[in-house]
């Protein structure tokens, strides 16, 4: 079964399209989050739902849009698309943090490929 | 903004050989995480370190969380082409969902 599932894996489209991203966990997990990993592979957090409820939310252009139906999915939609969005999306899930400064771990789904022409 | 340098930024070796990659910060962390990314695939948790000073060792990974926990290291033993993949260092505060990432260290593991 898988933990983390993000749709779809490659997106191809063209700049000032909208599209959106979709992502499941059943882990029984409150808490999920959007990475977005550049060419340099740099990871870097963009949005954080707890228990439907935004949590993290980074300095990201307004043209991003998170939405939580429920606890086990967060869909990332993205207006206007513009070349610097073509990167790998990563969508992730975690217990919620103890309290006492031991990150849980978080669980990754497979990516989604954007590039934008 | 806590930040996180890691070193190497890549690096390539041949099978049988010792490696070490750095995590480094000014900040004070919590908790340090080590994750390893395969092509293609998301990030994979190897390890979480907590107390200063602590060392967790993983078949032939050892890693060592710095007394400050403001840096920590990754080695590995005779290195295999199993290992071959991009290694992150994540830190984050107490109680805190936010993961903090460097930037990686790129192995290569040549037969």
């Known amino acids: 079964d898988t933990a983390v599932s993000q749709t779809p894996k490659y997106l191809v489209t063209q700049m000032g399209n909208d599209k959106s991203i979709k992502c499941e966990q059943n882990?029984?997990?409150?808490?999920m989050y959007w990475y977005k990993q550049d060419s340099k592979k740099f990871l870097k957090i963009m949005f954080s739902y707890n228990n439907k409820e935004l949590i993290i939310n980074e300095t990201v252009p307004n043209r991003f849009s998170p939405k939580s139906p429920d606890k086990a999915h967060l869909n990332l939609h993205i207006n206007s698309l513009e070349l610097g969005d073509s990167a790998v999306y990563f969508c992730a899930s975690s217990q919620d943090p103890t309290g006492f400064g031991v990150q849980e771990t978080q669980y990754f789904g497979p990516g989604t490929r954007l590039l934008v022409l | 903004t806590q930040l996180l340098e890691q070193s190497p930024q890549f690096l390539s070796i041949q099978e049988g050989e010792n490696l070490t990659v750095y995590c480094n910060s000014s900040?004070?962390?919590?908790?340090l995480q080590w994750y390893r990314q395969e092509p293609g695939e998301g990030p994979v948790l190897l390890v979480t370190?907590?107390?200063?000073?602590e060392v967790k060792k993983l078949k032939r990974l050892t890693f060592q969380f710095g007394d400050a926990r403001k840096d920590s290291s990754l080695h590995i033993t005779a290195a295999q082409p199993g290992d071959t993949g991009l290694y992150l260092c994540a830190g984050s505060g107490a109680g805190s969902y936010q993961l903090t990432f460097g930037k990686g260290t790129k192995l290569s593991v040549i037969p």
């Open positions: 900040s004070v962390f919590s908790s």
């Open positions: 370190v907590v107390t200063g000073g």
């Open positions: 882990l029984g997990h409150d808490t």
